[in-house]
């Protein structure tokens, strides 16, 4: 089963005979029946259903978005700029004040604000054009019908999962669903576990008869130092993948276990850091056989 990573994999692709891709297939081994389908919302991927809906390029908004977000942090900078100038010169005519109340102190007091005004409207302009231009709104529009395609393409999706549950003919006892993000209920078929991901964190729990397991969070980067080496650097530093993974135990009578793992994390030779992850860093030398 195939999750928002797999975007580049064929649906069709052969992981060798032990192997079998769940998408709208009902596997049997060893008494169960497993059923799934690949991909999600976050990226479909070759999903048939959503290629058919959205196209091979779906619009995506993320190149716009990230010059707006430059726009607009460079427009709070500037702000924060102006404000500041604008307190000192007030605080300067302040001082140089006799009353308040002289004309010529309202006026002079007018002209600051109006300049603040207008030095302000200034720096809003790269980021007022970005937003207000004609290829911001044509793809605001497009992500925006892309958006309902999406939420179409994730109802077919489970519709057509239980037609396949439906069909295999087997047992709620037997059923065992599979999907990269979790599925409602409704389209399980009475199913007695239902598996998934992609909100990262372990979770087990029973749902109208189902037993709900997010076998996630498989990933879990943590920054070590050396551990004999006094005096070191980021540069000394690698990573360990700190993540877990879960053991479900099935036999005649259904689920004996679940149990949540986590993988190794300890090594002689590394340190661990305290709430610091430094992204980027190669893996640590024990655990290049896994990359």
Not at 7 to 26: E, I, K, P, Q, V
Not at 105 to 114: D, H, M, V
Request: proline share 3%; aromatic share 8%; hydrophobic share 35%.
């Amino acid at each position: 089963m195939y999750g928002n990573w797999e975007d580049s994999l064929d649906y069709d692709l052969s992981f060798g005979t032990s192997a079998r891709h769940l998408h709208m297939n009902a596997v049997e081994h060893e008494g169960f029946v497993f059923v799934g389908y690949s991909g999600c919302p976050a990226n479909w991927g070759f999903n048939p259903i959503a290629s058919e809906l959205l196209g091979e390029k779906p619009v995506r908004m993320k190149p716009i978005a990230a010059d707006l977000e430059a726009a607009f942090l460079e427009y709070r900078r500037k702000k924060t700029q102006i404000d500041r100038k604008h307190e000192r010169a007030l605080a300067r005519l302040n001082a140089s004040t006799v009353s308040r109340r002289d004309t010529s102190y309202r006026q002079q007091l007018k002209t600051l604000i109006e300049k603040q005004k207008s030095e302000i409207a200034e720096a809003k302009k790269p980021m007022a054009g970005i937003s207000s231009s004609a290829k911001f709104s044509r793809l605001h529009a497009d992500t925006q019908k892309t958006s309902g395609l999406k939420r179409e393409v994730l109802r077919l999706n489970r519709e057509r999962l239980l037609e396949t549950i439906q069909q295999s003919g087997a047992a709620n006892h037997q059923l065992v669903i599979v999907t990269h993000e979790r599925t409602p209920w409704r389209y399980l078929g009475h199913a007695s576990l239902h598996m998934f991901g992609h909100r990262h964190g372990f979770s087990d729990h029973i749902y109208k008869g189902t037993r709900y397991l997010n076998v996630s969070v498989l990933d879990d980067p943590i920054t070590a130092r050396p551990r004999n080496k006094r005096r070191w650097s980021y540069e000394d530093c690698r990573n360990i993948n700190g993540g877990n993974y879960v053991i479900v135990e099935m036999g005649c009578s259904g689920i004996e276990a679940v149990k949540s793992v986590a993988v190794q994390r300890e090594y002689e030779e590394w340190a661990p850091l305290k709430n610091r992850f430094v992204e980027g860093l190669e893996c640590i030398p024990e655990e290049k056989i896994y990359v």
